[in-house]
Nanobody, 134 residues
Framework: HVQLVESGGDSVEAGGSLRLSCEMS????????MGWYRQAPGRKREAVAA??????TSYLDSVKGRFTISRGNKNTLALQMDSLKPEDTGTYYC??????????????????????????????WGPGTQVTVS
């Protein structure tokens, strides 16, 4: 059974920084991409960043240049967030796909998978960590 736990969320002022971490347990594959998405009240699930098995990354346009996703190994994931803005407020979830069919794709496509209405069937995610930017 795959478990994901996020940490690092906090309340910060605009312009501040946070580093989110995700620890994964259970069976995972090093050939699968990993990513982060966020959810804010009144907004759709929004993919933020993804990193694929080749180390290539892809980001939501509004966070490019401010956020950096990185992977330590198949079981760890981080999101460095700099120059935070109020619109970055939300609950942040780390994510990994359930199967090779949706796992072995480039990072840019992984963003679309996390944004998909079928994500509930495709992925695993954790309980989330709250980020509040004022």
């Amino acid at each position: 059974h795959v478990q994901l736990v996020e940490s690092g969320g906090d309340s910060v002022e605009a312009g501040g920084s946070l580093r989110l971490s995700c620890e994964m347990s259970g069976y995972t594959s090093s050939t699968y991409w990993m990513g982060w998405y966020r959810q804010a009240p009144g907004r759709k699930r929004e993919a933020v960043a993804a990193i694929d098995s080749d180390g290539d990354t892809s980001y939501l346009d509004s966070v490019k240049g401010r956020f950096t996703i990185s992977r330590g190994n198949k079981n760890t994931l981080a999101l460095q967030m700099d120059s935070l803005k109020p619109e970055d407020t939300g609950t942040y979830y780390c994510a990994t796909p359930r199967s090779r069919k949706v796992g072995s794709i480039p990072a840019i496509q992984a963003l679309g998978v996390m944004n998909s209405e079928l994500w509930d069937d495709f992925g695993y995610w954790g309980p989330g960590t709250q980020v509040t930017v004022s």
